[in-house]
């Protein structure tokens, strides 16, 4: 027996199959393992959270509604700190919306601050840019903003809450969602 009875015949279908089969690992480190190893948001924490009817009452601007939806979760690297070494982090991009009505006879300046807090109505996360926007007397306004959050404090958010300002001649008013 010489070596003709130690050969394998690798034929076309098996060099199809290695190539599918590479194909197939290659498919799968590109587009597989970051999700496996990257955050996620489920399709429930990427649709609107939205509330309405906890507007106090007797202020001249009226909040109709408000809330907010996760956009995305990836990894940023961070810059080198002092020890030199750079880092990754898991971070959420998320969106908030608020709807105000002014009912008053004049036109007014709106200021909102949006924030995430928990079920003790502790802050997870505030969306600190206080966005201005003019509300005509009569009409409502929709104010809507994007900004960022560590990804490990998801699991905390429990609900939306919302601070509103406007002037009055020199003295700034506040009105807060009840029970922040």
Known sequence: MGREGFRLPLGKKWIYLILAGFLCLVLFLVFGLPRLLGPSLSKSQQEWQEFTKDDPHGYPLEVVSHGFRMIQAYRREVPPSSAGQSRSINVLEWEWKIAVKNKSWRDLEVYVQYALVDKERLMVDLDSTILQKP??????????????????????????????SWKEGKTVRHSRRKGF
Request: charged share 20%.
């Open 135 to 164: 509300a005509p007397s009569g009409e409502t306004v929709e104010i809507t903003h994007q900004t960022e959050m560590l990804y490990q404090d998801l699991p905390r958010v429990a609900t939306g809450v919302w601070e509103i």
